[in-house]
C-alpha cells in the first residue's frame, strides 16, 4: 500500500506543479527541465500524465480508508489525478467549445505501450468531452475494442487530438499544425 500510494502522490504533485504553470502561463517545459538539471534531489520528478490503473488509486484508497481524516495528501492526490481529464476537457471547452467538433484520443491503456485499460483515465476524457457535446473518436494499437477507429480515421477526422497513452508509436506523427494536447511530451514538448 505504502509504495503504491507514494508513487501515486509523486504523480499528483507532478499533475499539480503542471497544473500551477498552464493555469499562470509559464511553460512547464522549462520548469521541469530547470527542475531536473539544476536540482539534483528532484532529479526523479516525472513528468504530468494520467496516473492511473488498478493498483495506484486502489492502494491510495484503501490507505485512505484505513486513516479517515488522517489522510489528506493521499485525499488531495486522488483529487489531483482523477481530475486531470477534467482539467484538460475544461481547458479545451473553454478556448473553444467542443460542441460540434472531433476530439480524438490517441491510447487508451492506463499506460504506454501496455494492451490494458483497466482505469485508464482516457475513458474518463472519453465520456466528459462527449458530454460537452464533441463527437469522440478513440484509437489504440495494443487494446482491441470493436468501438475504436484506425490511427488514420482520427487523424483526419479530428479537430483536436489528446494522447491518452503515451504509446511509442505516436512518436514522430505528423500532426499537420493542429490542436494537440500531451502532457506526456510523446510527440514532442509538454503541452495543452
Known amino acids: 500500500l505504502l509504495t503504491n500510494t507514494w508513487r501515486y502522490m509523486k504523480f499528483a504533485i507532478a499533475n499539480q506543479f503542471f497544473q500551477i504553470a498552464h493555469r499562470s502561463g509559464v511553460d512547464y517545459n522549462s520548469v521541469l527541465d530547470a527542475i531536473r538539471r539544476d536540482y539534483p534531489r528532484a ?10 490503473g488498478p493498483c495506484l488509486l486502489k492502494d491510495t484508497m484503501q490507505l485512505s480508508a484505513f486513516t479517515p481524516d488522517h489522510f489528506p495528501m493521499g485525499q488531495a492526490a486522488m483529487q489531483i ?4 481529464p477534467n482539467y484538460i476537457v475544461d481547458t479545451l471547452n473553454s478556448r473553444h467549445a467542443l460542441a460540434g467538433r472531433t476530439l480524438g484520443i490517441l491510447g487508451m491503456a492506463f499506460k504506454g ?13 472519453r465520456k466528459l468531452a462527449a458530454f460537452k457535446g464533441a463527437r469522440v473518436l478513440c484509437t489504440d494499437p495494443y487494446v482491441p ?24 508509436a505516436y512518436r514522430g506523427l505528423e500532426l499537420n499544425g493542429r490542436e ?9 514538448p509538454i503541452r495543452l
Open 43 to 52: 532529479a526523479d520528478l516525472p513528468g504530468p500524465g494520467f496516473a492511473a
Open 81 to 84: 489525478n482523477e481530475g486531470m
Open 145 to 168: 475494442d470493436s468501438s475504436f477507429v484506425s490511427l488514420d480515421e482520427v487523424l483526419k477526422e479530428s479537430d483536436v487530438l489528446v494522447i491518452g497513452a503515451p504509446h511509442r
Open 180 to 188: 494537440v494536447v500531451d502532457i506526456w511530451g510523446i510527440t514532442g
Open 113 to 125: 505501450d501496455s494492451d490494458d485499460p483497466r482505469a485508464s483515465l482516457s475513458y474518463k476524457v
